[in-house]
């Protein structure tokens, strides 16, 4: 069983900062990509950003020189530190990444999401 948790989501004025974590657990032997993803009311999900396991890194335009992503393996955590947030920027964002437990195959898993809301 793995299991993946968020934390630090909030209420933010805009141009402020927030720093999501989310935490792997259970049985892993490997991971490879991790990623955030956002859904706005009324949206479909999109990608935020995701970091691979050599630390290469991809980012939607609409966060690029803003938001950063980044993990620390030891940790099984992966992080996305959000500067100059917009309102734009509200909705529940979600953390996900691809995980081999036993066996060869990697499947990928979600978080249950934290709530980020950029507002005065």
């Known amino acids: 069983q793995v299991h993946l948790v968020e934390s630090g989501g909030g209420l933010v004025q805009p141009g402020g900062s927030l720093r999501l974590s989310c935490a792997a657990s259970?049985?892993?032997?490997?991971?490879?990509?991790m990623g955030w993803y956002r859904q706005a009311p009324g949206k479909q999900r999109e990608l935020v950003a995701t970091?691979?396991?050599?630390?290469?890194?991809n980012y939607a335009d609409s966060v690029k020189g803003r938001f950063t992503i980044s993990r620390d393996n030891a940790k099984n955590t992966v992080y996305l530190q959000m500067n100059s947030l917009k309102p734009e920027d509200t909705a529940v964002y979600y953390c996900?990444?691809?995980?081999?437990?036993?066996?060869?195959?990697?499947?990928?898993?979600w978080g249950q999401g934290t709530q980020v809301t950029v507002s005065s």
């Open positions: 996900n990444a691809d995980i081999r437990s036993t066996g060869r195959v990697y499947y990928k898993y």
């Open positions: 970091i691979h396991s050599g630390g290469s890194t």
């Open positions: 259970g049985s892993i032997s490997s991971i490879n990509a």
